[in-house]
């Protein structure tokens, strides 16, 4: 048989009493007769075009779930693909970070540049104003 199991098909009968509770709807006993007969047909599945069963619906559920559910090599491409946009956006910002320091420090580097020329100039020129 390799795998194949065959499903025995159940029957099932609706008890003397839960008959009687149908019956006592109609006042008429083929009425109630042809309705009990209904009711079994719809309770033993046999009232549908496709029949409804236990293990088809419990493997299409778990496929509806298989097919949501990310697999490990997706989740793994996922990842990857967010790491490496992640490291680029950091390479960037890296690279802003240094072009700003180089822009501080040649701004300081002028500033003190401008500083110490100035400075000298003003020393420069008291002395020779001091030796007039």
Same mark, same amino acid.
């Given at each position: 048989?390799?795998? @194949?199991?065959?499903?025995?098909?159940?029957? @099932?009968? &609706?008890? *003397?009493?839960?008959?009687?509770?149908?019956?006592?709807? /109609?006042?008429?006993?083929?009425?109630?007769?042809?309705?009990?007969?209904? /009711?079994? *047909? #719809?309770?033993?599945?046999?009232?549908?075009? +496709?029949?409804?069963? &236990?293990?088809? &619906?419990?493997? *299409?559920?778990?496929?509806?779930?298989?097919?949501?559910?990310?697999?490990?090599? #997706?989740? +793994?491409?996922?990842?990857?693909?967010?790491?490496?946009?992640?490291?680029?956006?950091?390479?960037?910002?890296?690279?802003?970070?240094?072009? +700003?320091?180089? @822009?501080?420090?040649?701004?300081?580097? #002028?500033?003190?540049?401008?500083?110490?020329?100035?400075?000298?100039? #003003?020393?420069?020129? /008291?002395? &020779?104003?001091?030796?007039?």
């Amino acid at each position: 048989m390799s795998g @194949y199991t065959m499903q025995r098909e159940t029957t @099932y009968h &609706l008890n *003397e009493s839960f008959k009687a509770l149908l019956a006592s709807a /109609f006042s008429n006993p083929q009425q109630s007769e042809v309705f009990i007969k209904a /009711f079994e *047909e #719809v309770v033993n599945d046999r009232a549908t075009t +496709q029949a409804i069963r &236990l293990d088809r &619906l419990k493997d *299409e559920a778990i496929q509806e779930i298989r097919n949501e559910l990310l697999t490990k090599e #997706v989740f +793994q491409s996922e990842m990857k693909a967010t790491k490496e946009v992640f490291e680029a956006k950091l390479e960037a910002e890296i690279a802003n970070a240094k072009v +700003q320091g180089i @822009y501080w420090l040649l701004g300081v580097g #002028v500033v003190t540049a401008i500083t110490i020329i100035s400075s000298t100039w #003003v020393m420069m020129n /008291f002395m &020779l104003e001091s030796l007039k």
